[in-house]
């Protein structure tokens, strides 16, 4: 009788076990669930501690910082300058990071979806232990391969660290055009964690590596949560008015007409047609 | 001794229900994991089973069918006739449920997404929310599902889901087989795995629409990729060389010059530049 009361108490003991466990594994993740935003009156710059432009201090090298004046310039004179995404091209990485338009976060144990609502970009950050592929195709976005860390040893993650490489262009870091390299050999650093006063506040320190700087330039984007969140549609290309024929960029007036972005710009060169305009 | 065997049965019966409760949890959804694509030979037109225009034979009403004619005239002579996706416009809801590149399902307790290489997930809400009412109508719509265990097995075989909430303009393909522009379609599909093929998943859709006579009702089928799991970003804006100007649509040519698409088809109005290209 004791025998078998010792061996019941010990599946007891065993079955105990392993609730614990799954539940453990459940809730070892971070709860990352509803919409994240910029902070309010944060804008869409790089550094959302600096004003857009020359102000957010890039660390360029002397070449990409005549690129970067050549950008600005441009824009005072009506043009897009280095910023690529005036045709709908994808920011891509580092530049998605700054959430123009909320983004929501699934966690799955063997990949991080993060899903942005800006250029409907969707990150997969994968947490399976795979290394590098060697023939994925190069992205705006990249290949992320991401780990999750217990910092704090209470057996739940705190920290999502993510490399990502594999990018294409163009990219540039934000509106105003402050170039990443041509060589595209951008690797870009993260650490994703909830601010531990507020837990309803999300902090991705980004470190970009680029050929483009004199050394690694880290900022630290925030993003406040939403828990009960309207989604949007985002589809750059219904009504954008900006036409690239050749390297000239256009306007499409409100009238259906093309029209210049610069002062004294000639019309498009029209060769291809036979007839001409009555 | 008696209550100590009673307590040891109680406590190992909560055990027992609360492992078993728990796989159950974990267990009770399909598993729809991995790259869903359209099976060999299955092109990108509405019908799988049917060739692409005319011969999809769609229930459409004479004011629709007269549309539908114009656009596939439009087309043959080199325009584009109904077909909108040429702005890189996203297709919406039903069409971006033809797979035209590969998706993905991550399914949630409350929440499914479809993933897709080209547009903005799709939210499947199954938290037993109704249709919002101060929802933006959305290419894509809003969607309500229900999950339903046909054979009673304690598992989830079955996604009903409802979309609703439209804007345009929408079509079911790309010869333009257009939906009506009151934009009051509803789409009722019924997702599930073929039960004799793991591998296959059903969608059987169906459209409600002002311009049909009838529901239209098809069945997609995707299948699930065997081997090496690869996503690519399909960034349509990228090199687009579709141009639309007011009502008229151009091409670019490979070396950057604007081009007609239509025999005879005139340039552009240059009204607004005031100089003349050299």
Redesign the interface.
């Known amino acids: 009788m004791l025998l078998q009361r010792s061996l019941i108490a010990s599946v007891l003991a065993a079955l105990i076990g392993v609730a614990t466990a799954a539940a453990a594994d459940d809730s070892k993740y971070p709860e990352w669930r509803g919409q994240w935003r910029r902070p309010p009156g944060v804008g869409i710059q790089w550094d959302p501690t600096k004003p857009l432009g020359p102000a957010q201090q890039a660390p360029l090298t002397p070449e990409y910082q005549k690129v970067f004046e050549a950008s600005i310039a441009d824009q005072r004179a009506g043009g897009q300058g280095g910023d690529p995404t005036f045709t709908c091209i994808p920011p891509g990485m580092p530049r998605a990071m700054t959430v123009v338009f909320p983004m929501d976060i699934i966690i799955l144990p063997e990949a991080t979806y993060i899903i942005i609502e800006y250029s409907n970009q969707v990150r997969r950050i994968y947490t399976d232990g795979r290394d590098w592929p060697k023939e994925a195709e190069p992205s705006f976005l990249g290949y992320s391969i991401g780990k999750w860390v217990d910092e704090d040893g209470d057996g739940k993650y705190d920290v999502l660290e993510v490399e990502t490489r594999g990018m294409k262009g163009p990219r540039s870091f934000d509106a105003s055009g402050l170039p990443v390299h041509t060589d595209n050999a951008t690797v870009v650093k993260e650490r994703i964690y909830l601010d531990k006063a507020n837990r309803d506040l999300l902090i991705d320190n980004v470190t970009t590596i680029d050929n483009a700087l004199t050394r690694p330039w880290t900022v630290t984007k925030k993003y406040v949560r939403d828990r009960n969140p309207i989604w949007f549609e985002y589809n750059c290309t219904e009504n954008n008015r900006h036409v690239q024929i050749g390297k000239d960029n256009y306007y499409v007036s409100a009238d259906g007409f093309l029209m210049p972005v610069r002062k004294d710009q000639a019309p498009p060169d029209l060769k291809y047609f036979k007839q001409g305009q009555n | 001794m008696l209550n100590?065997?009673i307590i040891?049965a109680a406590?190992?019966a909560l055990?027992?229900a609360?492992?078993t409760a728990?796989?159950q949890d974990a267990s009770k959804y399909p598993d729809w994991s991995g790259q869903w694509k359209r099976p060999p030979g299955a092109g990108i037109q509405w019908d799988q089973t049917k060739r692409p225009g005319r011969d999809q034979n769609p229930p459409l009403t004479p004011e629709y069918q007269t549309i539908f004619e114009a656009s596939l005239a439009d087309q043959a002579k080199g325009g584009q006739g109904e077909n909108s996706r040429v702005?890189?416009?996203?297709n919406g809801m039903p069409r971006v449920m033809t797979v035209i590149r590969p998706i993905e399902f991550?399914i949630?307790p409350k929440l499914t997404?479809v993933?897709f290489e080209?547009?903005?997930?799709r939210?499947i809400y199954t938290d037993g929310r109704s249709f919002?009412t101060?929802?933006?109508p959305?290419?894509?719509g809003y969607s309500i599902g229900n999950w339903r265990d046909l054979d009673g097995d304690g598992r989830y075989d079955l996604l009903e889901v409802e979309t609703r909430n439209f804007k345009g303009p929408r079509n079911l393909e790309a010869t333009g087989i257009p939906l009506h522009r009151d934009n009051q379609t509803v789409v009722k599909e019924r997702i599930q795995l073929d039960k004799t093929a793991k591998d296959t998943l059903l969608n059987e859709i169906t459209v409600i629409d002002n311009a049909f006579t009838r529901p239209w009702t098809i069945t997609k089928k995707y299948i699930r990729e065997q081997g090496k799991v690869?996503?690519?970003?399909d960034?349509?804006?990228?090199n687009?060389n579709h141009?639309?100007?007011?009502?008229d649509n151009y091409f670019?040519?490979a070396?950057?010059?604007?081009?007609?698409t239509r025999k005879?088809?005139?340039?552009?109005?240059?009204?607004?530049?005031?100089?003349?290209?050299?």
């Open positions: 100590r065997n040891i406590v190992a055990a027992l609360t492992v728990q796989a702005t890189c416009s996203t991550v949630q997404y993933i080209s547009y903005m997930p939210r919002p101060d929802q933006e959305a290419m894509i690869i996503w690519n970003e960034e349509c804006g990228e687009n141009v639309v100007i007011g009502k670019l040519s070396d950057g010059y604007l081009m007609p005879g088809q005139q340039p552009p109005d240059t009204r607004y530049f005031n100089q003349t290209r050299n």
